[in-house]
């Protein structure tokens, strides 16, 4: 199988220029990737105005930089993402990105950070089977998570999210692509465009042949459009960012929903998926370190409005055993506690 991959340069910045891949929805031999490829990168490039195009070339799978993915068994693979807050090094790339490869069909559980990052999922996909992409299933909105869902479209996939994600990511979308340059590096997302999802799904099954995926949207938690992606057969659930792993939580919905999530039995869940950090991890146990976090918060937030302290108290207050326990704590604590007074104060 070949792969178009076409020099594009910023407009704005002709110095900063990369090679992007230009995902075709069916397997191409090396001289059908040549001959349609003049007609392609002119319909990518008219639907990306501020790059211009340069030299083409087709590569094989084998040439492609690749995701390094885990099998867990079932069909399900994952990447994990580096336990770190988004930066210039890691060019974003924190979330842990799932596959599940059926006998008829694939589907991705999260995009990445950037298109860069969903051209080696891709590649790493096109590696293990050259099954058509049928969906790419976003868990919630935020840009480590979604950002590189626009290729996958391409490929012919269609993208699935929450019934609010929509609105999360087009209320955003703007601002994220003026911060989110300066947190990662402009180099990093050349090519990249926050899409919203193409259906909101509030419970379904995907079957993609011997493998079934249920996908159920939650009431706010972590953000107001999480949604989980659950394998019965291995018990697998997919838990976006309702669970991290190392990484410190971050509360971007309803503290209370959160905690009313991960109280929950769900007994059919055998082990999980955490949207950060080293997975699978049992359930429930997998899951306490965040339980456990928030529900700190709930009670020094709680105590902090009880006592009449103002916001920017709460918000000034440390744990020295969270911050040695999590990566990110005295970056994010502080967000994490102004979202929670908010919420909390109006008891």
């Known amino acids: 199988m070949f792969h178009l991959m076409l020099s594009v340069c910023l407009l704005a910045d ?13 397997a191409l031999s090396e001289a059908d990737c040549r001959k349609t490829a003049e007609a392609r990168a002119a319909d990518w490039l ?20 690749q995701l390094a993915m885990k099998e867990i068994g079932g ?16 060019r ?22 950037s298109r860069a990052e969903a051209e080696a999922l891709y590649a790493a996909i096109r590696a293990r089977s050259d099954l058509p992409i049928r969906a790419v299933i976003l868990t919630h909105m935020h840009p480590d998570h979604t950002f590189g869902a626009d290729l996958f479209r391409e490929a012919g996939a269609e993208i699935l999210g ?18 989110y340059p300066a947190q990662i590096g402009a180099g990093a997302l050349l090519g ?15 079957d993609l042949g011997g493998l079934r995926l249920h996908l159920q949207a939650v009431p706010t938690a972590h953000t107001d459009n999480d949604l989980t992606v659950f394998e019965p057969v291995s018990g697998t659930l997919f838990t976006g960012d309702l669970v991290f792993n190392g990484l410190l939580p971050t509360l971007d919905g309803s503290l209370n929903g959160w905690l009313g999530w991960l109280a929950a039995a769900h007994p059919e869940v055998r082990r999980i998926v955490p949207g950060h950090g080293p997975a699978p991890l049992p359930w429930p146990e997998g899951a306490q370190a965040t339980r456990g976090y928030l529900e700190h918060l ?10 009449g302290l ?32 908010a919420e909390l104060e109006w008891e």
């Open 192 to 206: 990249t465009r926050p899409v919203p999802p193409d259906r909101g799904v509030p419970e379904e099954w995907l």
């Open 75 to 90: 069909g399900l693979w994952v990447h994990e993402g580096q336990t770190a807050l988004p930066d210039p090094q890691n």
């Open 298 to 307: 709930r009670r020094t937030i709680r105590a902090a409005i009880a006592e």
């Open 92 to 113: 974003g790339a924190i979330a842990n990105l799932g596959l599940a490869i059926g006998t008829e069909g694939i589907a991705v559980i999260d995009a990445g950070a």
């Open 162 to 179: 929450a019934p609010k994600l929509a609105a999360g990511i087009e209320a955003r979308a703007e601002g994220w692509m003026e911060s």
């Open 46 to 65: 008219s639907a990306h105005p501020g790059l211009a195009g340069g030299e083409s070339r087709c590569l094989p799978t084998e040439a492609l930089p």
């Open 14 to 26: 002709p110095a900063l220029c990369a090679e992007r891949l230009l995902p075709a929805p069916a």
């Open 310 to 341: 103002p916001m920017s108290a709460a918000i000034r207050a440390r744990d020295p055993e969270d911050a040695r326990h999590w990566t990110g704590y005295e970056e994010s604590h502080p967000r994490n506690a102004s979202a929670a007074y």
